[in-house]
């Protein structure tokens, strides 16, 4: 990220994704956030899963947070009316959204023997990495909020690296 030093002066972060919050602050300002999508970006990744689950768990409880916090600004803007109202559907609403009906139609399936053999069959073999991939996304970010908490993954990811 780079950033025009005065926008910075007088901000305070509190997240862990201070990334996203600063963006925020920086659009209460009256000013803009410009993507360059040839920017390159390195970032210190866990490589065991447990540990890669826990930075996007952690990750969203984090924006889960900012995107509450600044409700104030859907509407504002193109940002308000635009990018931050689909964050909202993306990372608040749609996981929560998915795990229900998934979680209901599980319900629904196990009340019929022949439609839970069908299913078993015919349908979770055919999942593939991708649909896989988006439903455990989606229950990540629905779960995050409740066990998050205090998870400290960029330390333990420093540790995998030797550094």
Partial sequence: MAFRTELLKDIKLTSAV???????????????VVYDETALVYEVSPTKPSERTKQKMR????????????????????FGKVVYPYAILTHVI???????????????????????LLLLGFFIPK???????????????AFSPFLA?????ARSSREELGR
């Avoid at 749609?94 to 839970?116: G, Q």
Wanted: glycine share 6%; no cysteine; hydrophobic share 50%.
């Fill in 127 to 141: 999942i593939g990495p991708f649909a896989f991939s988006f439903i455990k996304t989606q229950a990540v970010m």
């Fill in 149 to 153: 908490r205090g998870w400290n993954t």
């Fill in 94 to 116: 749609s996981p929560y959204v998915i795990v229900l009906s998934i979680l209901i139609y599980l319900i629904l399936i196990l009340k019929s023997p022949l439609m839970l």
């Fill in 59 to 78: 990750r969203a409880r984090g924006l889960i947070s900012v995107y509450l916090k600044n409700l104030n600004m859907i509407g504002k803007r193109n």
């Fill in 18 to 32: 201070d990334d996203t919050e600063l963006i925020f602050k920086v659009i209460k300002k009256g000013f803009r």
